[in-house]
């Protein structure tokens, strides 16, 4: 065992004496393998990204679990909240012993009109508890205009900037909610501006409205919510909490953030499309580039190793080394791609630079590349195997010329 420690350590060091013995040559092939390295990663890592943002944004606007009854989920209503939740408050307290659980909020959504006097427009509203929601959700929404909603305020709305706009309202003006009942009458309430705000998506915004749980209730003549959204601490706990609640209320449906998420779906199959594409025509050119930067790397040593091959060096002994330095210049070029990627991601999150809005939305987002451990493994481990393999084979043609023509070849 030690004496073939021994020997790989003294064809390693050959190796690394040969790579050093022509500066120029190795700093280009160093380069190379950097560049291919860190363009693999920071497009992996744009793609995790995009994906890991796709997933928190959907969990954080339904709940990693939406409790609500069967026919919540399957069947429209007649009448609002004809499948709503009923004793709602008294399940989430329990819900809330859990200890992956950090908040559980309620939720009332409904259609209706809303008009200030001259003119009524369709609203999709969304009755909430305020104090929890924009504690637990964070900075989802954009505001423009007021303040958000507190826990203690009745009758008093958030419009969307787009519905505002149609309305003309602004904080503070007085306006008039209408919709149906869960009787089917017609109820109107009044209330008061509170705030304007922005999703980001120039449609919602323009019908969207958030009110309290309470007020919500009182128009639509109820005390049934839509549905409980459950919020967890890690998203990996998901299905183990799924699993507690159905045993803890096994007449609802407790669906994760998955099943609700049909944007998500549909966007990570367009991003898988174009990400794979994109991904195999890097990673074609990364082993074409690296591995043609080996092939000249050995090819123009081939008088070289004809004048190791008249001296008695064996093909065998040649290949071994030939590779080794191939895995040791691929190896340390990847060392500095990863580096260099590292770097970029680290500069991304001090220095932000906002990319475009995308289709459908009115702001951008932030430009950042995931640190992704086992990304970095992978793209590492498959540089220097590349590397290493590329050499090899060139090598073994080149180590098997004749003397003669390796020694006569410029």
Do not use: C
């Not at 793609?47 to 709940?63: C, E, P, V």
């Not at 305020?130 to 959700?137: C, G, L, R, S, T």
């Not at 967890?232 to 183990?240: I, R």
């Amino acid at each position: 065992m030690k004496a073939a420690i021994k020997a790989a350590t003294k064809w390693l060091h050959f190796a690394w004496l040969n790579t050093r013995r022509n500066g120029r040559r190795s700093a280009v092939t160093l380069a190379i393998a950097a560049l291919g390295t860190a363009a693999l990663l920071l497009a992996g890592g744009f793609a995790i990204f995009t994906y890991q943002s796709l997933a928190q944004s959907s969990a954080r606007s339904t709940g990693h679990l939406v409790i609500a009854t069967a026919e919540q989920f399957t069947k429209d209503e007649d009448q609002p909240l004809q499948h709503g939740l009923e004793a709602w408050e008294d399940l989430r307290q329990r819900l809330r012993l859990d200890a992956d659980v950090r908040q559980v909020l309620p939720r009332v959504e409904f259609t209706g009109l809303i008009s200030n006097g001259d003119k009524s427009t369709v609203m999709m509203a969304a009755g909430i508890d305020p104090d929890a929601e924009f504690a637990i959700k964070g900075p989802f929404l954009s505001i423009k205009q007021g303040a958000v909603l507190s826990g203690d305020q009745r009758m008093a709305v958030m419009l969307g900037e787009g519905l505002a706009k149609s309305l003309k309202a602004k904080p503070g003006d007085s306006l008039t909610l209408l919709a149906s009942t869960t009787a089917g009458a017609m109820n109107a309430i009044d209330v008061q501006v509170q705030g304007v705000f922005s999703t980001g998506i120039a449609e919602m915004d323009k019908r969207s409205l958030y009110i309290d749980v309470k007020s919500a209730q009182a128009l639509l003549d109820t005390t049934r919510v839509s549905s409980l959204g459950v919020f967890l601490k890690d998203m990996e706990a998901t299905d183990g909490a799924q699993a507690r609640i159905r045993t803890l209320a096994p007449t609802l449906t407790v669906r994760t953030w998955l099943d609700q998420a049909m944007f998500y779906h549909s966007v990570k199959q367009l991003y898988d499309r174009i990400f794979g594409a994109l991904g195999l025509i890097i990673a074609v050119i990364v082993i074409f580039v690296v591995g043609n930067a080996m092939a000249m790397a050995i090819i123009e040593r081939t008088r070289e190793i004809g004048t190791l091959r008249a001296l008695g060096t064996l093909p065998g002994q040649l290949q071994r080394t030939l590779a080794l330095e191939g895995m040791l210049l691929g190896g340390g070029g990847a060392l500095l791609g990863a580096a260099l990627s590292l770097g970029l991601s680290l500069l991304l999150m001090v220095m932000p630079v906002n990319m475009p809005p995308p289709p459908g939305y009115s702001k951008g987002y932030p430009l950042n590349i995931a640190i992704d451990g086992p990304l970095y493994a992978i793209t590492l481990g498959a540089m220097l195997l590349l590397a290493l393999l590329a050499s090899a084979w060139v090598a073994r043609k080149t180590v098997r010329l004749p003397i003669v023509t390796a020694l006569a070849h410029t």
